[in-house]
Nanobody, 113 residues
Framework: VQLQAYGGGLVQPGGSLRLSCVAS????????MGWYRQAPGKQRELVAV???????NYADSVKGRFTISRDNAKNTLYLQMSSLKPEDTAVYYC????????WGQGTQVTVSS
């Protein structure tokens, strides 16, 4: 499956962005899908994920500010980001697990005044 992420950009602190990740095939049967991010000089880290048990997990740093959702009919995963902080600046990647991990190409989010 190919994943195409988009929606990143430059936003001021306190602002909002919505990231989208469009899959090349149906995501109806893909249980594990999520978002990771990688800031310069840091390791890639989990942001939010739909787990195999049907739960949603968020990184502590984004709880209450970010919301992950999916639209199976549109083969699309979303990440609504609000109250953005400069420390949210990173390249955001979507991922899907179907026998193995598939990754999108990443979309840059920059939070700066």
């Amino acid at each position: 499956v190919q994943l195409q992420a988009y929606g990143g950009g430059l936003v001021q602190p306190g602002g909002s962005l919505r990231l989208s990740c469009v899959a090349s095939e149906s995501i109806f049967s893909i249980n594990v899908m999520g978002w990771y991010r990688q800031a310069p000089g840091k390791q890639r880290e989990l942001v939010a994920v739909f787990t195999s048990g049907g739960r949603i997990n968020y990184a502590d740093s984004v709880k209450g500010r970010f919301t992950i959702s999916r639209d199976n009919a549109k083969n699309t995963l979303y990440l609504q980001m609000s109250s953005l902080k400069p420390e949210d600046t990173a390249v955001y990647y979507c991922t899907a697990v179907l026998l193995r991990n598939y990754w999108g190409q990443g979309t840059q989010v920059t939070v700066s005044s």
